[in-house]
Nanobody, 121 residues
């Protein structure tokens, strides 16, 4: 069993900052690429940022220059530092990870439960 647990969401005023965390736990052999997605009601879930196991990153155009994704491989934890937040960033943020499990060495995709980020104007 593998779990991804997000934390760090909340309510912040426009221009403020939040830091999200995603901790992976369980029968993990290795955590490969990890991503942050976000979703607002009535819209599709969208990719916000991605980081590979070697630290290469990609960002959605809407967050470039404001958000920074990082990870601590020793702790199987990923972070999203969000600065200069805008009301348009309001969404449920989901952690996603591609994990190779100990048993059998197979690779699976896992999602966290989501954390709400609300940016007030």
């Amino acid at each position: 069993q593998v779990q991804l647990v997000e934390s760090g969401g909340g309510l912040v005023q426009a221009g403020g900052s939040l830091r999200l965390s995603c901790a992976a736990s369980g029968s993990i052999f290795s955590v490969n690429a990890m991503d942050w997605y976000r979703q607002v009601p009535g819209k599709q879930r969208e990719l916000v940022a991605r980081i590979t196991s070697t630290g290469n990153t990609n960002y959605a155009d809407s967050v470039k220059g404001r958000f920074t994704i990082s990870r601590n491989n020793a702790k199987n934890t990923m972070y999203l530092q969000m600065n200069s937040l805008e009301p348009e960033d309001t969404a449920v943020y989901y952690c996603h990870g591609v994990v190779t499990v100990v048993a059998g060495g197979r690779t699976y995709s896992y999602w966290g439960q989501g954390t709400q980020v609300t940016v007030s104007s």
